[in-house]
């Protein structure tokens, strides 16, 4: 027990700014197989986005409501992950081998395609959390929010399976080389039960089956499309690929959501 509330300590202070105790010396393994509870750290960010979400919507409208929500979604990793979706769009728009584009990813210097990237994913979260809100019932609305953050960490778990390394340092690096079968397998178990039971207590069971069943597949095809693009552009992840992954499977998410939410409830 206290190994693994010490793994969800070293989650939390890795993909959120939420202030948590000192868990003193770190070795490389620990911290990368604490990748097992992404989904369970998303599932504290899901809760907190979906309390905001209630408190502004008595005050706000939608779209202001929509706007709020992406920026604490920005506050709570601190923008890291919008910095790693910058980081890998200028490189992806870069020509050059694997060093290069390496290089440049490693650059604090934004481009303009890193620039254009959060622009995009900022703007289609606005729109897509605005356009959930008048398409699906109040209950999805809460149900997609707090989802919304455990299938994206869930998604990086995929990826980390998955995926090599293209440096040999770094978290990326730790987190590919400790995640084995039996990290997905908890982080998948957690990211189903955790997502059930939310569609469950807020909708009806059979809607929640069809959800996870339409949902799931979806972005675990998409964690794995990308380390296939990664490995053939970079010659494999880095931490700022994580971040750009996470960032995408939001919009994913909610693209499949709003599809789901317009034809069947």
């Known amino acids: 027990m206290v190994k693994t509330m010490k793994k969800v300590i070293l989650a939390s202070q890795f993909l959120t700014i939420v202030p948590v105790k000192d868990t003193g010396e770190v ?36 779209e202001l409501t929509s706007a709020l929500l992406v920026l604490i979604m920005v506050i709570m990793n601190g923008g890291l992950h919008l910095d790693g979706l910058s980081d890998t769009f200028d490189a992806v728009a870069s020509r050059g081998d694997y ?10 210097t934004v481009g303009p395609m890193g620039v254009i990237s959060i ?31 455990i299938l994206s960490r869930w998604a990086m778990v995929i990826a980390a399976f998955h995926g090599r390394s293209a440096r040999k340092d770094g978290l990326g690096n730790l987190f590919i080389e400790h995640t084995e079968g039996k990290q997905l397998l908890i982080a998948s178990a957690i990211a189903v039960i955790l997502t059930g039971l939310v569609c469950t207590i807020v909708m009806q069971f059979p809607l929640y089956i069809f959800y996870l069943m339409f949902a799931m597949p979806v972005l675990y095809g998409f964690s794995f499309l990308s380390v296939l693009f990664f490995n053939k552009l970079f010659g494999g992840m880095t931490g700022d690929s994580f971040g750009a992954m996470n960032e995408i499977a939001v ?12 034809k069947f409830i």
């Open 27 to 62: 070795s490389p393994e620990e911290m990368g197989r604490t990748t097992s509870f992404f989904p369970l750290v998303g599932l504290g960010e899901g809760v907190l986005l979906a309390f905001f979400a209630s408190v502004f919507m008595e005050y706000f409208p939608a």
């Open 99 to 108: 060093e290069k584009k390496l290089l440049i990813m490693k650059d604090s």
């Open 119 to 149: 622009v995009m994913v900022l703007l289609l979260k606005f729109t897509m959390l605005s356009a959930l809100f008048f398409h699906a019932p109040a209950p999805a609305y809460y149900a997609t929010v707090v989802s919304m953050p």
């Open 251 to 262: 919009l994913i998410f909610l693209i499949v959501t709003i599809i789901w939410a317009q």
